[in-house]
C-alpha cells in the first residue's frame, strides 16, 4: 500500500517533490528554483491533504530583445499529497533554502497495543 496519493497540475511540470519518512516525520522536498518563499504556498486540508502550489511569472518583454531559445517553464503549479494518519497536521512546518522547499511533517507515536491474557475458565 503506497501513502503517497498525489494530484499534479501544472504548466511547469518539472515541479518534482521527494517524499521520505523518517521515524520522526514526513519530509517533502521540492525543487522550486527561482522562486522565493512569498511566491510559494503550502496549504492543508482538513482531510489530511497537503497542497503545495505557486507561480512562475513568465520574463517580462523589453520591444528591443531578441529572444533566441525559452527553455524555462513558466505559469502555475499545484500538488496535493494525502498524509497518513499518524500525522500531526496541526505541527507542520515549511522552510526554503537555496531554491529548495523543505515541508516537515511530524509523527504521531503509534501506541503500541497492551496485550492482556485472558484465562479461560472451566
Known amino acids: 500500500m503506497s501513502l503517497i496519493h498525489s494530484r499534479e497540475t501544472s504548466a511547469f511540470v518539472n515541479t518534482r517533490i521527494d517524499w ?3 521515524p ?3 519530509v517533502l522536498k521540492a525543487d522550486i528554483p527561482g522562486l ?3 511566491e510559494v ?3 492543508v486540508e482538513d482531510d489530511r491533504v497537503l497542497r503545495i502550489s505557486g507561480e512562475r511569472k ?3 518583454d523589453d520591444k528591443n530583445d531578441t529572444w533566441h531559445r525559452v527553455e524555462r517553464s513558466s505559469g502555475k503549479f499545484l500538488r496535493s499529497f ?3 494518519e499518524n500525522a500531526k497536521m496541526d505541527q507542520i512546518k515549511a522552510a526554503m533554502e537555496n ?3 523543505t515541508v516537515t511533517v ?3 507515536e503509534v501506541k503500541k497495543s497492551d496485550v492482556k491474557a485472558i484465562e479461560i475458565s472451566g
Open 106 to 108: 511530524p509523527k504521531a
Open 99 to 101: 531554491g529548495v522547499l
Open 36 to 38: 522565493n518563499k512569498e
Open 20 to 22: 521520505k519518512e523518517t
Open 24 to 26: 520522526e516525520a514526513h
Open 41 to 43: 504556498k503550502v496549504e
Open 82 to 84: 494525502r498524509l497518513p
Open 58 to 60: 513568465i520574463e517580462k
